[in-house]
């Protein structure tokens, strides 16, 4: 029987990986994905080929070659993870619960650094793991439970910080759970409108 080359250098290949991962990943994983989604012989240099069609599809790269813009970097290019733009948190067409735009928060971060910022706090499968961690769904700064205010509609709505300041991340550094706090809405616009504050800074400057 003759086996049939999988067609690596196909940015589809690629694509159909990404998603399969959640839609953000390392190059690696991706290589990985795409040899357990498409078993059969691979080129010995997967990895670079992933990278390859990777930098070509994405307005991100250098080496974008302007016909395709399906992968963005997700911590900036250097950051080592790609995300695909049709699965990314921040684009208005993917919005959930959480998602809000960029440009309703005071960012005291420049914005390319805020999309970072809520692209961490906003990855979906992170969120869903958070909430199943927490003990309770009130904001960490002011104690405000959007279901005791809200009744059902706002039963189980927090929203995540991501407390590391994106300046003083590693490049390509994964978000933890612990690096997560739960905020309301408005103590979370105030931590970014400030910039600076921390969740302690925040709450002791609460006046009631
Ligand atoms: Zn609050
Ligand atoms: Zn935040």
Redesign the pocket.
Known sequence: MAVIAVPLSRFETVAAALRSLGGQARPVEIAQEVRRLFPGPHTDNLLQSVRARIQECSSDSHHWKKKRDLFYSVHGIGGGVWGLRDMDPLNPVNRDGFVDYVETYMAAEGTATLRT??RR?RSKSLIERFKKELKTVACSVCDFDFGKTYGELGCGFIEA??KIPVARLEPGARTRLEDLAAVCSNC?RM??RSGRLSIEDLRSRLRR
């Open positions: 910022h809520l706090e910080h991501h979370h931590l970014h």
